[in-house]
């Protein structure tokens, strides 16, 4: 199957700092990317749908401000967490969808990335 | 994105089928059946999808009832290795996540 590339996988960070996540589709394009936010012992959470040359959608309750994404080309989109606080310490995983198969095509899952904020 | 349901939790032998049930009454015409699942610390795994039609794939198979207001996932032969959460997602675009079924094969 298509392969989804997140980058870092770990990052602990100092309260305060940005810290920044990649996500790559590495063998096919993504027009749409999400992302999603996972604590402890939860469910995924759909943060933002992510759309190639255009602003992000967020979910309710997630800060555009505090989350910011771009997704500048049909491989690559960024999550960048600012100014982040312990709480925000979650493991963060993006998802894409082949271009090709939009319509009913599976989503494509990435590692995740583990973020700690000390 | 219809709303699903599942069981908690449900515990299969190593080597047996593993068949995992999903309410989905609210399903609208467009909408997949996605299956997905997660182990541990890592990102989900796909395994497999429909919209009518029973389905099946080198993973599993799913066979979705006729009013598709439900669906069974079956893992034919459970291996250690299956031990996960199971995700039933029924949506057409982006997926929402419920509490899923924690599964554990027992050798």
């Known amino acids: 199957g298509a392969v989804v590339s997140q980058h870092p996988s770990r990052v602990i960070c100092k309260s305060g700092t940005s810290v920044k996540i990649e996500c790559r589709s590495l063998?096919?394009?993504?027009?749409?990317m999400f992302w999603y936010r996972q604590f402890p012992k939860q469910s995924l959470m759909l943060m933002a749908t992510s759309n190639e040359g255009s602003k992000a959608t967020y979910e309710q309750g997630v800060e555009k401000d505090k989350f910011l994404i771009n997704h500048a080309s049909l491989t690559l989109s960024t999550l960048t967490v600012t100014s982040a606080h312990p709480e925000d310490s979650s493991f963060y995983i993006c998802?894409?969808?082949?271009?090709?198969?939009?319509?009913?095509?599976?989503?494509?899952f990435g590692e995740g990335s583990r973020l700690t904020v000390l | 994105d219809a709303k699903t349901t599942q069981p908690t939790s449900m515990d299969c032998a190593e080597g047996r089928a593993a068949n995992l049930p999903c309410n989905h009454s609210?399903?609208?015409?467009?909408?997949?059946v996605y299956w997905y699942r997660q182990i541990h610390s890592q990102g989900p795994q796909y395994i497999i999808h429909?919209?009518?039609n029973n389905e099946t794939n080198e993973m599993a198979s799913l066979i979705i009832t006729e009013d598709r207001k439900s669906s069974t996932l079956i893992l034919p032969h459970a291996t250690l290795r299956d031990t996960a959460v199971y995700y039933c997602i029924a949506d057409d675009y982006k997926l929402s996540f419920g509490a899923g079924t924690t599964v554990t094969v027992r050798a």
């Open positions: 609210t399903i609208s015409g467009n909408e997949y």
């Open positions: 429909g919209l009518k």
């Open positions: 063998d096919f394009q993504a027009t749409t």
């Open positions: 998802s894409a969808r082949d271009r090709r198969r939009a319509g009913s095509g599976e989503l494509f």
